[in-house]
């Protein structure tokens, strides 16, 4: 029976990774960061009672879609609802998207996605021909749609508790536009999803700089380890926030 409790309040974060992007960069680090993450949120090693981002948190288990994601805007739109449904047998919870953004120096996590403007080629030289799409009769997946979908995570929130677990000389920030490329692709296809089914959109996505060293790698996975903490910590504890005066 314990185990069986166990398992009801246990939550599943999937994380995601993108796999080489064009020639200048033969390894994405954020398939990198992702493929070798623990398969639950560690403990903290120390906790401070009186902190504001102490919250007693359930097990975390971390699931990562097996393969580096192919940057080509097809197979983003035809994985994204499946990451959704059970996955191995287990419901998930929470989305991290993972991807690179060039040589900038800090890590940040995007607000929204977009659903116009995709206008780069993938690694397939393959385009989004939204006019094709739009056409009367068509059966394009976003109509209805608005043009921006925002995470229903608490951004705020969130950066201020990942900061409070991370070096306090990282450069960490939320970022408002994520790129109209497939970073920003996959992230919408996972709202978009999510908007349509009426479900919380309990998702993020996570840039990181191209840098893939061994040493950028490993500060990746930490940073990627303290967002997925944040998260829950950030949803654990709205949750427990009284609503329509209940506690």
Request: hydrophobic share 30%.
């Amino acid at each position: 029976m314990g185990s069986q409790v166990e398992d009801q309040d246990e939550l599943t974060v999937l994380v995601t990774g993108f796999g080489p992007f064009r020639e200048q960069y033969p390894v994405n680090p954020s398939w990198e960061i992702a493929k070798d993450l623990p398969s639950y949120l560690p403990p903290l090693r120390a906790k401070d009672p009186s902190s504001r981002h102490s919250v007693d948190l359930p097990p975390v288990r971390i699931l990562v879609y097996p393969e580096p994601i192919r940057v080509n805007y097809k197979v983003v739109r035809k994985l994204v609802p499946s990451l959704w449904e059970t996955y191995h047998g287990r419901k998930v919870d929470i989305v991290v998207h993972i991807g690179m953004a060039g040589p900038r120096p800090f890590y940040c996590i995007e607000r929204r996605g977009h659903r116009d403007g995709y206008k780069h080629t993938d690694v397939d030289g393959e385009k989004v021909d939204e006019e094709e799409e739009r056409k009367p009769g068509s059966d394009w997946v976003w109509r209805g749609l608005p043009e921006e979908i925002e995470t229903d995570l608490d951004p705020e929130d969130v950066l201020a508790r990942w900061q409070g677990h991370s070096s306090k000389d990282t450069d960490l920030r939320i970022s408002e536009d994520a790129g109209r490329y497939l970073c920003d692709f996959i992230y919408f296809s996972s709202l978009a999803h999510l908007w349509k089914q009426e479900r919380e959109r309990k998702v993020v996505f996570f840039h990181v700089p191209a840098d893939a060293s061994d040493s950028s790698i490993t500060k990746g996975r930490e940073l990627a380890i303290n967002l997925i903490r944040s998260i829950v910590e950030s949803e654990v504890s709205r949750k427990k926030q009284p609503i329509g005066g209940e506690v």
